[in-house]
């Protein structure tokens, strides 16, 4: 089959190239797909796609005039697909649903053990030789409840972690996991886990339910100075109250691997142009909020295992008309 990779970069040359046993061919996309990026892909019978690839209606038929029948998905996440319109166009969708669920949740714990001991601004004033621990303090984590918002795959493998560090957790999700309980987490509802989390970390997927799950009015529940950690989808927060919530001192610290109009800035070096998003600029002000680029899956076995998955679905395609880990 000829796939169209769209939003290529060299990493995914490398890792689709390593897991095509099959001969696909490739022709590789350096552009975000959209409706006017679509024609890119003609001739092709696969799109691969990316989480800020925009698979709108519009983009769908563009592709489908085109001769895409399958969209294979490098994510879990499946936000960016207009699943009705692909299923009217006839085209199929594959995702890659477990690549390592360890590799978000070991970034998870590092953007909270680095927002909560500062390494990041401890690392700047040693080089610059100086050595005060003013403004530096933290806490400990052992005894400090953590809230984990979405127990699935990512949330459990980020419960086993924190169950290690002797952290009491507390899940929100409407089917419990056995994994966690094991690990010792408590069932509550999302109120109640806001009101007595130290920590509330987000591992749901976005979806109409779960847009601006945190909003004025759960920010106004939770403990005072506590911790909020997305790594999950930017709109699964509305991040205008989250920006009142830090001003006025009620939120304490804010992790952020995920931006809500993030497919502006994220995955590109911007770092010689003027960042026109004044909400990320304003972010960007707290001395209590750190945000990293849509890194968390990005480790060597999960960019692996999201190759390996992604040709498996092709290769399914190709022998069945279905994708192995089909949407929809
Ligand atoms: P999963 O499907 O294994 O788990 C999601 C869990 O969320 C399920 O248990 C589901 O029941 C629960 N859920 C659904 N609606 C909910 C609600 N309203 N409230 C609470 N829980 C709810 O998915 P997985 O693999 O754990 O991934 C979670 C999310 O992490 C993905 O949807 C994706 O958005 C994000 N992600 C982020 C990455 C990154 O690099 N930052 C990489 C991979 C995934």
Redesign the pocket.
């Known amino acids: 089959m000829r796939i169209a990779v769209f939003s290529t970069k060299p990493y995914d040359c490398r890792f689709l190239e390593a897991a095509n046993s099959g001969g696909h061919a490739f022709v590789w996309i350096e552009a975000r797909l959209g409706e006017a990026t679509a024609r890119l892909a003609e001739g092709c019978e696969a799109a691969c796609l990316f989480v800020n690839d925009r698979a709108d209606a519009a983009a769908l038929e563009a592709l489908a005039r085109g001769g895409v029948r399958l969209l294979a998905l490098r ?3 499946f ?1 960016h697909v207009d699943l009705a319109a692909a299923k009217r166009l006839g085209i199929a969708v594959g995702r890659v ?2 690549y390592s ?1 360890e ?2 949740a070991e ?1 998870t714990a590092a953007l909270i053990l680095t927002l909560n001991r500062k390494t990041h601004r401890a690392w700047n004033r040693v080089r610059e030789g100086n050595f005060a621990l003013d403004g530096l303090l933290g806490f400990d984590l052992r005894g400090r409840t953590v809230g984990i ?7 459990a493998a980020f419960a086993r972690i924190m169950a290690g560090f002797g952290c009491r957790l507390l899940g ?4 419990e ?1 056995p994994d966690c309980l094991a690990v010792g987490m408590r069932y509550v509802p ?1 109120d109640e886990l806001l009101r007595e989390a130290d920590i509330v970390s987000l ?5 109409p ?2 847009r601006h ?1 945190i909003n004025a009015r759960s920010l106004a529940l939770m403990k005072p100075g506590a911790m909020l950690v997305n ?3 930017g709109a699964i927060l509305d991040t205008g109250a989250v920006i009142g919530a830090l001003k006025s001192g009620r939120l304490g610290h804010l992790a952020l ?2 931006y809500e109009e993030e497919e502006k800035l994220f995955f590109e070096d911007l770092s010689g142009t003027v960042i026109e998003d004044d909400v990320f600029a304003r972010l960007l002000t707290f001395p209590n909020v750190l945000i990293t680029g ?5 480790t060597e076995e999960a960019m692996r295992a999201i190759a390996e998955t992604t040709m498996a679905n092709v290769a399914a395609f190709a022998a069945t008309g279905t994708p192995r880990h089909p949407v929809g």
């Open positions: 994510s879990a996440g936000n649903p477990a669920p590799a978000v970034h918002v979405g127990t699935g795959q990512i949330g929100h999700d409407p089917q996991n999302l591992h749901c997927p976005l979806v339910a779960t799950l790594t999950s989808r691997d995920v849509h890194q968390a899956f990005f």
